[in-house]
């Protein structure tokens, strides 16, 4: 993100075959050979207990070798150590259990000697079975005695490599499963009122996350019900604060939650990643500070006075969102350039810039977009809100609010919301350190999972394959796929609720980031679908990453509610080749609803929507700053790739409060044909359109397709259509 040029009256933003002949013999063949098969088939083998547990290593030889790629039941994925002796790896089943084999699968680097040990305590070892003539190769060993912890303890390589496993399976009766439950882990820092220097703790997080936009702290802010007093909570980077109340007014704080800008100079346009959720405020002046810009979302908020969108000195701001929040008082943009709120109520509403959404909001300026540019629906077609944790008792829960339809207000106006409650006995607790491998195993339980904060390598995707699990991040949980894998894949189910993470593209570049459904999914999903809230995707900025696609939804009825889909234009790993991302995000399921679509800087297409019946609410997109060249960016005959592409064979697609800006720093000569390029068919329409030049970076030709007038000059004006066709 960049401010402006000089005298530019508002920033620009933040700134994915056989034949028949052959069929007939192998139908002979096989009847064949089953004259042959015994009477009664061989028993085979069940799981080894060791799949998918938890797995140390003494070393491993690099980044592709992990120890977790030895129990992971893929005989294509490897663990190696360094090229020295004595080497280990051991396994954590969990429980104390009955033994019975180990079978070793060597990749070329094996031990001529070793031994496999036992513990019970992870501590103190026994050998179960020791050679100096280890054969490498597939080797099954009997072993016997009851333990909790397996380890292979290499003393001689057969090789001048280390020691490599394709894998490492531990057989026998027992073991443990996953426990549900446990502990927040330390970054999640939970205050009842009775809480000593509740300020001082908070100033301390402030204080180191407040300019750390790429930095590696995480932290979610907990406040037990019950009121707190003289509080300013101001939040930095990748903080979360909520209240723990089933209800926002159960948790009160008469004192503010605050972001500025003073780290910035009184320049809001990057303050990104951080939320507020589930409190109720009395503020001190009134009015409440919340001057933020993508990827920070204010759910679930009662403020019982005013809210502030701008910085101190009312400086450049690019937000935001709000959802399910009521505000007695009245909102002020001010300065920010583009506001989207849903389900939410307020006393009122003082300006807009560019593009200020409401769907579905009590007090929300009426329609009158380009002057004032307002955008309002009177309901939000379907919605549902984020799920949330909070304390019943002493106990943590995880409330999964249920779907809404035409949804008015906030979905807490008349008590409690409507939906499901689970115990965190449910979920998987995961922590820093904790592999794919072990987080599938909770998944393939049956347990949900609760990220807490922190940052987390992948090396295979998080495949999340039951109907309505609960993913659910803390303090913006940050996932990082390694060697170009895909970080988190959905199968084509009902109800998947993805909530509160941020995934970070690795150096390798991912096929795609984010996938929900399969290609090709069919299944319809309209009484329960998927969700996708405060999920965010970043390619370079915190270092080299790179992506084909960030966001692929190819199963239908999925609900995009709230992203921040990211190709940096600042920060390290940065250039038009070298955090290379293509697409932001692809549509190919049918009758998805996207509310609060923001995509950015993407080197194609910022979105490609190619299902049917899509609808969006609010978008905002900025095209990629650092585009070289007018070539770099010709779309065949076309100039320029269009920010919001619907495909050609779309029959059926609507859309509201739609803006894309262009500032092209690096050659201003470049030239869009339009932001926006859809089919034209009776069933295709948009509403409320506007492109903006950001002090005269590049310039548009049109709004969309060949529709609304050029933007020229300097002045930063929007170009506006009010409905197309």
Known sequence: ?????????????????????????????????????????????????????????????NGGTPAASAVDGDDGTRWSSAFSDPQWIQVDLGAPAALGKVVLKWEA????????????????????????????????????????????????????YGYSLWEFQVFGSGGGTLPGGGDLGPNVLVFDPSTPDIQGRLDQVFRQQESAQFGSGRYALLFKPGTYNGLNANLGFYTSIAGLGRNPDDTTINGDVTVDAGWLGGNATQNFWRSAENLALNPVSGTDRWAVAQAAPFRRMHVKGGLNLAPNGYGWASGGYIADSRIDGTVGPYSQQQWYTRDSSMGGWTNGVWNMTFSGVRGAPAQSFPNPPYTTLDTTPVSREKPFLYLD???????????????????????????????????????????????????????????????????????????????LGLGLATVVPDNGVTALRVADVDGVRLAGLLI?????????????????????????????????????????????????????????????LWRADHGTGVGWDTNRA????????????????????????????????????????????????????????????????????????????????????????????????????????????????????????????????????????????????
Not at 410 to 424: D, H, N, Q
Not at 436 to 441: G, I, L, S, Y
Not at 611 to 623: H, S
């Open 1 to 61: 993100m960049h401010a402006p040029p000089a005298g530019s009256p508002a920033s620009p933003g933040p700134f994915a075959r056989p034949r028949r002949l052959a069929a007939a013999v192998a139908a002979a063949l096989v009847a064949a050979l089953l004259l042959f098969v015994p009477a009664t088939a061989a028993h085979a083998d069940p799981p080894p207990l060791s799949q998918g547990r938890p797995v140390t290593a003494s070393s491993q030889e």
């Open 582 to 725: 293509d697409y932001g995000l692809t549509v190919n399921g049918d009758d998805v609803l996207a509310t609060g679509l923001f995509v950015e800087h993407f080197n194609k297409y910022d979105v490609r929507w190619n299902g049917e019946r899509g609808r969006t609410i609010f978008f905002q997109n900025e095209k990629a700053y650092d585009a070289p060249s007018q070539a770099a960016v010709q779309n065949g005959s076309v100039r320029g790739f269009a920010a919001y592409k619907v495909a050609d064979s779309v029959t059926t697609h609507e859309g509201w409060g739609l803006g894309s800006y262009c500032y092209y720093n690096v050659d201003p000569t470049i030239v869009q044909d339009h932001g926006f390029e859809v089919p034209d068919r009776p069933g295709v329409r948009l509403h409320d359109l506007l492109v903006v030049s950001l002090g005269g970076k590049g310039q548009y030709a049109h709004v969309v397709n060949g529709t609304g007038a050029p933007t020229s000059g300097t002045s930063t004006t929007p170009s506006t259509v009010v409905s197309y066709p």
């Open 109 to 160: 680097a094996y031990a001529k000697a070793y031994r496999i040990e036992l513990s019970t305590d992870g501590t103190a070892w026994t050998t179960a079975y020791s050679t100096a003539a280890g054969q490498g190769g597939t080797e099954t060993l009997t072993v016997s005695g009851t333990a909790r912890y397996v380890r292979m303890y290499g003393t001689a390589r057969a090789t001048g």
């Open 393 to 471: 008792g002493n106990d943590y829960r995880v409330f999964v609010p249920a779907k809404r339809t035409d949804a008015r207000d906030v979905s807490w106006a008349s008590g409690a919301s409507p939906g499901s409650s689970l115990p965190l006995s449910q979920f998987y607790v995961v922590k820093p350190g904790a592999s794919a491998a072990t987080v599938n195993q909770a998944l393939a339980q049956g347990l949900n999972l609760l990220f807490t904060p922190g940052i987390y390598h992948v090396d295979r995707p998080i495949e999340v394959t039951r109907p309505d699990t609960v993913v």
């Open 504 to 564: 970070d593209a690795g150096p390798v570049e991912s096929p795609v980031l984010l996938q929900v459904g399969p290609p090709g999914a069919s299944a319809h999903h309209a009484v329960d679908p998927t969700t996708v809230q405060d999920v965010f995707v970043r390619i370079g900025g915190a270092g080299a990453g790179r992506a084909t696609s960030s966001m692929e939804i190819n199963s239908d009825n999925v609900i995009v509610d709230h992203t921040w």
